[in-house]
């Protein structure tokens, strides 16, 4: 169980064109979700957090109107990179927390991450 | 700041053997500490997570202990295989909703035959 999928797995696209990152949980909803940016040899960087029904919450440094996110549902939230540049070239990496009282300490479920490559 | 420090940065080691991995943390409050798996172009995946009160948890070949008074914890692999070969990351979190988690940089573990 707890499964979370993102699609696509790898995307290329040219720079100043937008990209959409889909991630999914497929076998618990999950009320809130989080957005990661992965540059090589480092470590995970919380870019978001991504609550159903409301706005994202942004990390400092992380520009909302570069970055839309939307959680329209508790099994899908989406990623849009907007005008898309070299430097936005990353691994994007969502997560999924099972949320309820008997589900502490709340483990984050990970996708498997999204590759981009803006040329 | 909260901070999480992993030891060593990459590590090197043949098939069978044991080894283990450090992680020192500045984290506070101090709800919970886990510890990841990443194998190269995939998400992270839970090995063990542990609360405030318990200072071992194993997952199979994976151990990982937990001292909160020193603020440390480690994780050992016993008997290392290929597929043991991964980044590891050491996680803590500051509040029990599961939401602030700060990440260390990680331990690139290679496993060779």
């Known amino acids: 169980g707890a499964v979370v999928s993102q699609h696509p797995s790898r995307v290329i696209c040219k720079s100043g064109t937008s990209v959409k990152i889909e991630c999914r949980s497929l076998d618990f909803q999950a009320t809130t979700m989080f957005w990661y940016r992965q540059f090589p040899k480092q470590s995970l960087m919380l870019m978001a957090t991504s609550n159903e029904g409301s706005k994202a919450t942004y990390e400092q440094g992380v520009e909302k109107d570069k970055f839309l996110i939307n959680h329209a549902s508790l099994t899908l939230s989406t990623l849009t990179v907007t005008s898309a540049h070299p430097e936005d070239s990353s691994f994007y990496i969502c997560s999924a927390k099972v949320t309820g009282v008997a589900a502490f300490p709340y483990e984050q479920y990970f996708g498997p991450g999204t590759r981009l490559t803006v040329t | 700041k909260n901070q999480v420090e992993q030891s060593p940065q990459s590590l090197i080691i043949l098939e069978g053997k044991n080894c283990t991995l450090q992680?020192?943390?500045?984290?506070?409050?101090?709800?919970?500490l886990r510890w990841y798996k990443q194998d190269t172009g995939r998400g992270p995946v839970s090995l063990t997570i542990?609360?405030?009160?318990?200072n071992t948890k194993s997952n199979g070949r994976y151990t990982a202990t937990l001292d909160a008074d020193t603020k440390q914890s480690s994780l050992h692999i016993t008997a290392s295989q290929l597929s043991d070969s991964a980044s590891y990351i050491c996680?803590?979190?500051?509040?029990?909703?599961?939401?602030?988690?700060?990440f260390g940089g990680g331990t690139r573990l290679m496993v060779k035959p």
């Open positions: 996680v803590v979190s500051a509040d029990n909703a599961g939401n602030m988690l700060t």
């Open positions: 542990m609360t405030f009160s318990e």
């Open positions: 992680c020192n943390y500045t984290v506070s409050p101090f709800s919970n």
